[in-house]
């Protein structure tokens, strides 16, 4: 089975609700993404950031990819998109609420809300912050520790890798799937 043949099998996996499926995918692939996402973005970490971003939309959209393209050339625009979209919003002077959801496809709660201080901007900020801690709450323990050091304590990949003592592409694999399942509970806020 060749490269092309065996990401078409993987992706069918995870059409089919093969979760496991995908980390191998986001394993092969992950480097290359990075290395893309580089060329737009010179800040390592947000690198990282964005290309998890990326695979996240990619694994939303997989029920969309029908295999008339390689999976990775798909992948790859998917990841110059979301690294244009980051440097475009980055410069954006609008609150990021104010965006659609839709074409923000992405969204990080609070950057944009915190510079608005009127009750209602206040209230739903503070919603946000409570369905972000609840989501994590409700995650399993692998997943918890892993988008924790990220987000909250601050640590690098390499460092989560060290202190949760698993490979780099685990920890990459863990924080991708918890931010999506943030991303989804933050989803009917943002609608």
Not at 64 to 78: K, N, V
Request: charged share 30%; net charge negative.
């Amino acid at each position: 089975m060749g490269p092309q043949e065996l990401d078409n099998d993987l992706v069918k996996r995870v059409q089919q609700g093969d979760k496991a499926a995908f980390d191998l995918l986001v394993l092969k692939y992950q480097q290359k993404v990075v290395n893309l996402v580089s060329r737009f973005i010179s800040d390592h970490a947000e690198c990282h950031d964005v290309a998890q971003e990326a695979f996240i939309k990619a694994y939303r959209a997989m029920d969309s990819f029908r295999g008339d393209s390689q999976f990775y050339t798909w992948l790859y625009r998917i990841a110059a998109n979301t690294a244009k979209n980051h440097l475009a919003s980055r410069s954006r002077k609008t609150p990021a609420y104010a965006v659609d959801v839709d074409d923000a496809e992405h969204f990080s709660g609070e950057s944009g809300l915190k510079d608005y201080t009127n009750p209602e901007n206040m209230l739903l900020t503070d919603e946000i912050k409570q369905t972000v801690f609840a989501a994590i709450e409700k995650l399993p323990d692998d997943l918890k520790s892993a988008i924790t050091l990220r987000e909250i304590e601050g640590l690098s990949y390499e460092d989560i890798a060290e202190v949760m003592d698993c490979p780099i592409g685990t920890v990459r694999s863990r924080i991708f799937r918890a931010r999506d399942a943030i991303d989804k509970e933050l989803r009917p806020l943002l609608e």
